[in-house]
């Protein structure tokens, strides 16, 4: 199956940095996804972005699927940034359908 | 508009035991999947139900299975409950079969002592 590895594991950060994590994978997608995950287990769609760029605010994500891979971009970011944030990939080929593949994800931390 | 509603919240069971957790999708979402969060193994796809139908399975043994109802309502069942299937059991609804847009509940912390 499709293979998702999402770096650095950890980041710790001062409030106001910026920040990029990435997100490599092993074949061709037709889905996408950026997620983050607070703490209290509760998963909050970022993105959908199986091609492209996008911003939302101070986070916006490019994929450049021809190259398998995609990053998150956080500015300035806040302490309510910390957390897990995970790639997740619907494989293009054969009926996957919405089964999505998560990466092991991005443990972000934001210190005041 | 209300969310994807998970219950319970909270669970423990014991060895042997069998556990039934359900998940209410948002209004108009047909599609319902499910996924186990372990700290060993990250995020695991389980199934995907769509139109009451299993339209997708992951690798998971018989034990675990699923269904969903006319009204979008899916519920999920283990049997014979193991120590390992203690998880975080997520469950999410969008509107179309791709999953596009994936909406997730809050979660059913399942612990197996």
């Known amino acids: 199956g499709i293979q998702v590895e999402q770096s650095p594991p950890d980041l710790i950060l001062q409030e106001g940095a910026n920040s990029t994590l990435r997100c490599n994978f092993s074949?061709?997608?037709?889905?996408l996804q950026w997620f983050h995950q607070n703490p209290w287990g509760q998963l909050i769609n970022l993105f959908y972005?199986?091609?492209g760029t996008k911003q939302n605010g101070r986070l916006s994500a490019t994929t450049v699927a021809t190259e398998r891979y995609s990053l998150l971009y956080i500015s300035s970011s806040q302490t309510t940034d910390s957390g897990v944030y995970f790639c997740?990939?619907?494989?293009?080929?054969?009926?996957?359908?919405?089964?999505?593949?998560f990466g092991q994800g991005t443990i972000l931390t934001v210190h005041p | 508009k209300a969310g994807v509603t998970q219950t319970p919240r909270y669970l423990i069971k014991t060895r042997g035991q069998q556990v039934t957790l359900s998940c209410s999708p948002i209004?108009?979402?047909?599609?319902v999947s499910w996924y186990q969060q372990t700290p060993g193994q990250g995020l695991q796809f389980l199934f995907e139900?769509?139109?009451?139908?299993?339209?997708n399975k992951g690798n998971f043994p018989g034990r675990f299975s699923g269904r969903q109802f006319s009204n979008s309502r899916s519920e999920m069942n283990v049997s014979t409950l193991e120590l390992g299937d203690s998880a975080l059991y997520l469950c999410?609804?969008?509107?179309?079969?791709?999953?596009?847009?994936?909406?997730f509940g809050s979660g059913t912390r399942l612990t197996v002592v």
């Open positions: 999410a609804s969008s509107l179309a079969l791709s999953g596009v847009g994936y909406t």
């Open positions: 074949d061709s997608v037709n889905n």
């Open positions: 972005i199986p091609s």
């Open positions: 997740a990939v619907g494989d293009a080929g054969g009926t996957s359908y919405g089964k999505l593949t």
């Open positions: 209004s108009g979402h047909r599609s």
């Open positions: 139900y769509f139109s009451e139908t299993q339209r």
